[in-house]
């Protein structure tokens, strides 16, 4: 996952301590005298920014982490070949975390011990998230998720975490229930696995669907390592209009076939998170029941008839074809619903270090205080899913989100939020922590 | 049905490997209880058979054809050479990419070596007298310094030493946080090159044979390869005639060595499943890593090594007492633990070939950019991983059907050279036929758990 930088970089070792020293204290006070611009020109043969990836190479994450990595790639692929950051290219490290929290901190010490990485970015699953971010604050390195839990905006984390590249499951949920509510159905039955991410989407749900008038009849939890739902299904009360499902893991495909099979043509409407169906084709044999049924994507994994040019573009680097799947091989769907956030997440850093004239480890502090003061990101190349809108006390980010419905095997759209419709009050106030 | 099923299977064995399967949705759409009754059937087939067919078909099966080819006398050198490529990767390992996918020593060892060569080793033939590390630069030092080993290797250690390292590599490959990691991969197998090396330095080749675990394991499975030797010259056989030319064990640490490699090959698969994680209590679909299971996987394995090599002594021992025979238990057990390795290697191809499949395309890219510098020298393209074989019906299907096969077959022929290996031991086919009836059952069990193995979901 190295990138190699097009401007070779300087091995610090090779310095000695002298040169170093010398070079430093003329090039701070040759600097200091230089326009912005004249700054990063000279920068251009200095040392590559280096991002520390955690990725998920191993473990239950990697098969997200494998289109993680690739997304990392095409996005540093941009920006290098646009001049880098402030003048200077970005390289990528990537540590497998093993998807295991004790791992990922230790990834961390990595990052910032054995390769002086100026940052540390790219997790995905909460739980490494939530076992890392401590010993992030505490090498003081900005650490930059793209795990979708709410734990960064709850305030359990601390003000050297941040999420500013993917919308958080809450806002995602409670976004859902105003479609769900006006279109189809306001009698809810929840279907969702008996553990933490389950126990979100209840909860956010629940409390949203409320909001528009609705109500959940049943809330029906399947202990995860279940692999047979056939004797969960009566529990679905007869007067169900719509059915909320989240199921993950290895028996989901099983559960839409066994859903299928109980309801039969007379099903009642059917929603759903994309997360069930990453990396799935939703056109395989055996899923046809899904036609017809409804999911939030953060990202179309189909390309539709009103795509942006930067969607367009986003979807060309990272090599996707219309279908969602790589343009080497048909069969490989992307996890393109979220690994979006990878993309969006290097263009913050981009554009935090480029705020804040970020020069090296000293100024990482600056960093967060620029990402922190980013407010509105227009949608552009560097926002191909959309405009967002960056919370400097959460840290975290929102966003659009989409509804689509499952047409001929095809993810299409029909409904995307406003901005607003995922909004929430305030957890926490990052910015009034030190550093 | 039988019929039907075999040539399934051999159809889609002699077939390429088309594809992985992590996320094993569609494995559990399949029918696999179908598939695992007719694998089963299959086997009991075979035990059946075997009473009903006469004794001159097995015998057939322990002839090999001997080919004209006689040996060529390069062997140090090209041990020698994999010994240097491999202090080059150890190098890697340490300075290289830290992407276990990028860097050549995972990929070398776990994919290359681990999953692939000890595969061609167990179906082909002895590649590692060719390209093990040690014995190359062991000539060289001793015709360097003029002087053979410095000690004599206590025979009262037996196999022991090969047992310890053999139960350290599995316990580094199932229950070690990180076994992938390079640095750390780098420092366990340049530290065991080198101690390994010390053995060899100071007891000779013998320590090979004997105390290092790599070399034991590589010539256990050879025995099953096709290709042999017979009196100097090549010869091919059917799989197994080497162990009934051999004959059982030589020595009962060499047979607790082969029960060592079902066990630890058995509890490799187990510990991803559901199954497991519902004994450990906890989530799979939250699973937080190796790091969080490192004593109970240790456990696990020593556990279930213990109970094989327990299951293994009682049914033999049985088998005795039904023949009424008074032959010692520990004799019977040299003479059938070989019996064990078609399993063992049988569960080895069906447990790796999604990763096989999956990381093989990591080595290919490390082949086609070595230096990861952007060069594409085997023409493969962009974006040339893929695993959207493991998410389609079609290729998840002949992917099961092909790892249910390895341990179909695997099964199949450990019975047939338990059969022929009882033919030799005892006086009278009755007396062989009821020795041979609890080890039948044990791997008519046995193959019901491996192809179960195969259909459980699984949490990593």
Known sequence: ?435 | MRGTVIAIVLTLWAGPALAHASNQGFVLLLPTDIYIAAGVACVVMTVLLLVILPEGVVNWLSRPIVLSLRRARVRHWVSALCALLLIGIILIGYSGPRDPMKNPLPLTIWVVWWIGLVTVQGIVGDLWKWINPWTGPAQFLGAVTGRGPLLRYPRALGYAPAIVGLVGFAGFLMADPAPSDPPRLAMIVGGYWLAMLGGVVLFGPRWLLRAEAVTVLMRSYARMSILGRVGGHIAIGFPGWQVLKCGGARRTGLAVFMLLLLGSGSFDGLNETFWWFGQLGLNPLEFAGRSTVVSQNWVGLVAANLALIAVFFVSTWVGLRLAHSDISLGRAVRAFAPAVLPIALGYHIAHYLTSFLVEGQYVLELLSDPFQLGADLLKRGAYSITTGFLHTPGPVRIIWLTQAGAVVIGHVIAIILAHALAMRLFQSRRAAVLSQAPLALFMIGYTFFGLWLLASPRGV
């Open chain 1, 1 to 435: 996952m190295t990138i190699n930088p097009k401007t070779p970089a300087k091995s610090p070792k090779g310095l000695s301590r002298r040169s170093a020293l010398t070079g430093l204290a003329a090039g701070v006070g040759a600097a200091a005298s230089l326009p912005m611009w004249a700054r990063y020109t000279h920068a251009q043969t200095a040392a590559p920014i280096k991002v520390g990836f955690q990725i998920h190479r191993t473990g239950i994450g990697a098969a997200y982490g494998r289109w993680y990595g690739r997304t990392t790639d095409a996005a540093v692929k941009v920006i290098n070949d646009a001049g880098g950051i402030n003048g200077r290219m970005v390289e990528v490290i990537a540590e497998d975390d093993g998807t295991d929290p004790r791992r990922g901190a230790e990834v961390l010490e990595k990052f910032a011990n054995q390769h002086g990485c100026d940052v540390a970015y790219g997790t995905l699953f909460s739980h490494v998230v939530i076992g890392s971010a401590p010993r992030a604050a505490e090498l003081k390195m900005p650490y930059f998720v793209v795990s979708e839990g709410h734990h960064v905006a709850s305030g359990v984390l601390n003000r050297y975490t941040l999420q500013p590249g993917i919308t958080d499951v809450k806002s995602q949920v409670q976004a859902m229930a105003p479609y769900v509510a006006e279109n189809l159905g306001k009698k809810v039955t929840m279907i969702f696995p008996d553990f933490a991410f389950g126990h979100d989407h209840r909860d956010f749900f629940t409390a949203a669907i409320e909001a528009q008038g609705g109500e959940v009849l049943a809330q029906i939890a399947i202990p995860p390592a279940e692999t047979s739902f056939t004797k969960y299904f009566p529990k679905i009360p007869r007067e169900t209009e719509v059915v909320y499902h989240v199921m993950v893991g290895p028996a989901v495909l099983t559960f839409v076939k066994e859903l299928g099979e109980f309801f039969g043509p007379s099903a009642p409407k059917m929603f759903g998170f994309i997360d069930s169906l990453e990396a799935v084709d939703i056109g395989s044999p055996g899923l046809e029941f899904l036609e017809g049924t409804y999911f939030w994507e953060g990202m179309c994994r189909d390309a539709q008839s009103d795509q942006s040019e930067h969607a367009a573009f986003y979807r060309a680097a990272v090599g996707v074809d219309d279908h969602g799947a790589s343009i080497s091989d048909p069969t490989d769907v992307s996890t393109y619903g979220h690994m979006f956030g990878c993309w969006e997440t290097m263009h913050v850093i981009k554009a935090g270090m480029e705020a804040s004239g970020y020069a090296g480890p000293d100024d990482r502090t600056k960093l967060i205080e620029a990402v922190e003061a980013m407010g509105e990101m227009p949608e552009s190349q560097a926002h191909p899913q959309g405009a967002k809108v960056f919370n400097g006390k959460t840290h975290q980010v929102f966003g659009h989100q989409n509804i689509s419905r499952v047409e001929n095997g095809r993810l299409v759209k029909v409904h995307r939020t406003s901005i607003e419709d995922t909004l929430y009050p305030d957890e926490v106030d990052y910015t009034t922590q030190p550093f």
